[in-house]
């Protein structure tokens, strides 16, 4: 039942999310009486057919054949996502499939309950399809999982098997994380769209986290239109804004950007130039400063929301054994510091950035680093997390060599309907746009 993709000669282009809307296939799924078990066995079919070369799964889930049997069967209600085949960061709990954080450390123990995110969605008719690659403990060390859409470079992390399994085709919608830049960068890597819920926003209860002050849930989804779509659904939001007025151009400081990203800013700035009045952001002591307490919370917090890892320091890799150390020289003045300046960042924000005006800049500082040994850095998304801000992920365009580029849109939580009308601009006019480096 799902549509190939097609490039522009009008050749399929497997292994890359359907073109067709998410809202069309969940149309097509419910008029037809066994449209969730297809759905389900089309999906099957695309892992068998790519998981080999992506590693993007770490367990698959038997239930899900009956769960899309119980959909088809069960149509006293028109849900939004009924069948849609989801896939589950292994950080978040599914009932009866352990919760393994990409780590030796956890028991393996089936979770005796979903995740409440999870939950939302099997009530809104998904279908949990299986587990998915995580870096450890979210963290920076990589797992397995290739890019599909870029072979020989990282997806990015730590939701890392969540991104891939949605830019090979394998499911159009999964669940993921971020607490430093989790789900933005590989969004960006991997050319699908993602959105950072705004911190607070959704229950994280049955979700291994590091950073409780940091920690947000995120969906990935093909397209922005898709993602706003299972957004819709999942926050029941029914407000929709225009993209017009005035928004902040953010370059960033933060780090050099690559030339090709430089190209694709330029392209942004002229397409949201012709709507409305693009005004630089100029920020850069608030955001240089949360870039810098970014880090501090995080690994402060980390070493007290883990202590069963801390106990077992010895057994986990460089970069985590490091947060931990880092974590506990830490003092709890430091860290009450940190909060102080970010919530006086928070308060200076609503005196530069008017009511419904957004953000937009770079996802990342360019396309996916060569080789699986490292994520890349998170530095772009540090100051925004540490703000709790919503954020979505704008896929389409790539370089000259064809790896993905994706900008960021980001707004003040309430105000999500207008990053989404700024992000279907900028996706539907950077669709297939390639850049000149």
């Known amino acids: 039942m799902v549509q190939q993709p097609v490039d522009d000669a009008g050749e399929l ?31 099957e079919d695309a892992i068998g057919a790519r998981e080999a070369a992506v590693h993007a799964w770490v367990v698959h889930r038997d239930a899900a054949t009956a769960d899309a049997a119980a959909r088809d069967e069960d149509r006293a209600e028109e849900l939004p996502l009924f069948g849609v085949p989801l896939a589950v960061k292994d950080i978040i709990d599914v009932a009866g499939l352990p919760t393994r954080c990409g780590s030796t450390i956890p028991d393996g123990a089936p979770a005796a309950e979903s995740a409440a995110c999870v939950r939302r969605l ?9 587990k998915t690659v995580t870096t450890e403990y979210a963290y920076f060390a990589p797992g397995p999982t290739e890019n599909p859409a870029a072979p020989g470079h990282t997806p ?7 991104a891939a399994a949605v830019a090979a085709g394998m499911v159009p919608l999964a669940l993921g994380s971020q607490t430093a830049g989790s789900l933005t960068r590989p969004a960006s890597y991997c050319g699908v769209a993602g959105m950072v819920l705004a911190h607070g926003a959704a229950d994280l209860a049955g979700i291994t986290g590091l950073s409780p002050s940091l920690d947000s849930l995120g969906l990935l989804a093909g397209s922005v ?10 926050s029941g939001e029914q407000r929709v804004a225009r993209a017009r007025g005035a928004l902040g151009w953010w370059g960033s400081d933060l780090d050099t950007l690559d030339p090709a990203m430089r190209d694709l800013m330029a392209r942004a700035r002229g397409i949201l130039g012709a709507e409305m009045l693009v005004e630089e952001f100029d920020w850069d002591d608030h955001v240089r400063t949360l870039a810098g307490d970014h880090p501090v919370i995080m690994s402060y917090e980390a070493v007290r929301e883990r202590p069963e890892v801390v106990a077992r320091s010895a057994e986990v890799s460089e970069p985590l054994a490091r947060l931990l150390s880092d974590g506990a020289e830490v003092s709890d003045a430091e860290h009450e510091a940190a909060l102080f300046r970010r919530d006086r ?17 770079p996802a990342a500082v360019g396309p996916a680093p060569r080789g699986l040994q490292a994520t890349g850095s998170p530095i772009l998304s540090r100051p925004w997390q540490a703000l709790g801000l919503p954020v979505v992920t704008v896929p389409g365009a790539r370089n000259a060599a064809g790896l993905p580029l994706g900008l960021q849109v980001i707004g003040r939580p309430g105000e999500e309907a207008e990053i989404y009308a700024v992000a279907r601009l900028l996706g539907d006019q950077l669709a297939d746009f390639r850049t000149s480096n």
């Open 13 to 43: 282009r497997p292994g890359a999310p359907s073109r067709t809307p998410l809202r069309d296939l969940v149309a097509e799924a419910y008029a037809s009486g066994t449209g969730a078990r297809d759905w389900l066995r089309t999906t």
């Open 122 to 130: 099997e009530a809104l008719g998904a279908v949990v399809v299986g």
């Open 156 to 162: 990015g992390g730590s939701s890392s098997g969540s």
């Open 225 to 234: 239109d898709d993602l706003e779509y299972a957004w819709r659904a999942f």
């Open 345 to 361: 960042s928070r308060v200076e924000l609503d005196a530069v950035l008017p009511t419904g005006q957004v953000i937009v800049g």
